[in-house]
T-cell receptor, first 114, second 111 residues
Framework: GAVVSQHPSRVICKSGTSVKIECRSL??????MFWYRQFPKKSLMLMAT?????????EQGVEKDKFLINHASLTLSTLTVTSAHPEDSSFYIC??????????FGPGTRLLVL | DAKTTQPTSMDCAEGRAANLPCNHS???????VYWYRQIHSQGPQYIIH???NNETNEMASLIITEDRKSSTLILPHATLRDTAVYYC????????????FGKGTKLTVNP
């Protein structure tokens, strides 16, 4: 079946630094990828929709300058958390839509900002 | 906002069928019902989806009412590994095809 990977699986960084998370569709092309954030014991919150070759569409309340999204190819989207702060600590999950319109989720990246 | 409502939690005995309900009373005619589950600290896993007919696959069955305002996910023989949060999602049609998650149902399968 279709596989989506994320790297890294977990990362710890210092406050003020930037962190890049990669999302890859391993065996299919994805013109659209989605980024979610999940706090402990909460549901997934959609942050943005990433479209290959164009600017991402951010959900209301999500700062586009804080969470930089780049979808440079049909198999890779990246989320960069800029100037990370402890409140950005969360579980970040990406998903990718295949050409059959099915959506496949990555395993998630746990970010801890100290 | 999510367009579905689900019970917050449910319990099920191992080996028994788990029936998870979902209400989606405002579903549109061209919207599908999708079910995903999320085991602790993992990404969501696709289970099944349907439009109006009942569906079955190797994981589960999906029963959609005739008026399409509610559905039930059935795990025929629940195991301990089925303990997870189950999300019922109405898929928004459109170019972005984004999935909006509600709070889901925490299913606990007990030995």
């Amino acid at each position: 079946g279709a596989v989506v990977s994320q790297h890294p699986s977990r990362v710890i960084c210092k406050s003020g630094t930037s962190v890049k998370i990669e999302c890859r569709s391993l065996d299919f092309q994805a013109t659209t990828m989605f980024w979610y954030r999940q706090f402990p014991k909460k549901s997934l919150m959609l942050m943005a929709t990433s479209n290959e070759g164009s600017k991402a569409t951010y959900e209301q309340g999500v700062e586009k300058d804080k969470f930089l999204i780049n979808h440079a190819s049909l198999t890779l989207s990246t989320l960069t958390v800029t100037s990370a702060h402890p409140e950005d600590s969360s579980f970040y999950i990406c998903s990718a839509r295949d050409q059959g319109l099915a959506v496949h989720f990555g395993p998630g990246t746990r970010l801890l900002v100290l | 906002d999510a367009k579905t409502t689900q019970p917050t939690s449910m319990d099920c005995a191992e080996g028994r069928a788990a029936n998870l309900p979902c209400n989606h009373s405002t579903i549109s005619g061209n919207e599908y019902v999708y079910w995903y589950r999320q085991i602790h600290s993992q990404g969501p896993q696709y289970i099944i989806h349907g439009l109006k007919n009942n569906e079955t696959n190797e994981m589960a069955s999906l029963i959609i009412t005739e008026d399409r305002k509610s559905s039930t996910l059935i795990l025929p023989h629940a195991t301990l590994r089925d303990t997870a949060v189950y999300y019922c999602i109405v898929r928004i049609q459109g170019g972005s095809e984004k999935l909006v998650f509600g709070k889901g149902t925490k299913l606990t399968v007990n030995p």
